[in-house]
């Protein structure tokens, strides 16, 4: 593993404040620009990405803020609805998570209507996840699922502390959720019952892969894990990753076998590898001022990473 060919961004872009948490949306905005959330101390930022790549005119990235929503505490996990969408009716919607272990509920018709709506406070909040009406939460040992509303849907029991959540694309009662202890469960929640389990040691992150969904990674210590799972509930590929922990695993939206990883930050930089299964080593590696969030392009093979004041930006040709 080369630790030497560092690559700085290729695009970045400033804000205002520390970046904790940043999420392209992986739905369609009904325009060519791609919608792009990111969180800080106390506030979320909501705007448009368009990028060279897709639009001849425009010189690296063009990023332009549609609305930014006070937050009372930082940021610490966001996830986008499906409802966000800018052609016919413009709206924005979308959930963040906080230590004070409440649910915000972000929506804003881009006009004259912008609310945040605030409920759930039931425990400690490790991570979540929002697809459709419904929003799901880890608590210490506990998975639990609410709609929109704030009414409980599913709880389900976990024997270590969560990690890592998603929800299947298409089949929406389909939920994937990663435990520290190693163990990747899948639940069917119309019988509350996990239906699939992998196995790995102590799992820091983990990701379904959406555009080809036999696949699974994860990081664990310092390693990459890939799991096929119509084979074996063991992992296909284990390679070690970063020299320090490893901290994040994200699947490409673009490409089923390009995923990235960051390390946990150092004293000044974190590390950003970007892995494609065909090769054995990083196809690139990223520096960056100390690092948080991990987010892909829906459709580029493009990932963004938040930091201090900025939002940076790596493109592959993979």
Partial sequence: MQEDSSRSPSYTVACEDYVHVVEFSPFS??????????????????????????????EGVEFNVLRAFHHELRVDALAWSPESRLDRIPTVRLCTAAADRKLRLLTSDLQDRHEVKVYIKHGSVVLFHCSCQSSLFFLIHVCRVWDLDGNESTVLRLRSPGMSVCWHPEEVFKLMVAEKKGTIRFYDLVTQQ???????????????????????????????LIWDITRSSYPQEKRPAHIDKARLFKWSRANENLFATTGCPGKITSQLFIHHLGHPQPVMIGSAPVGSGLSWHRTLPLCVVGGDRKLCFWMTEM
């Fill in 29 to 58: 905005s009904g325009t060519p620009a791609s919608l792009l959330a990111y969180g800080g101390n106390q506030y979320v930022v909501v705007g448009t990405c368009l990028f060279q790549e897709e639009d001849v005119e425009i």
């Fill in 194 to 224: 996990a239906i699939l389990s992998l196995d790995c040691g102590t799992l820091i992150s983990a990701d379904w892969c959406l555009t080809n969904t036999i696949k699974v990674g994860a990081v664990a210590g310092n390693d990459w």
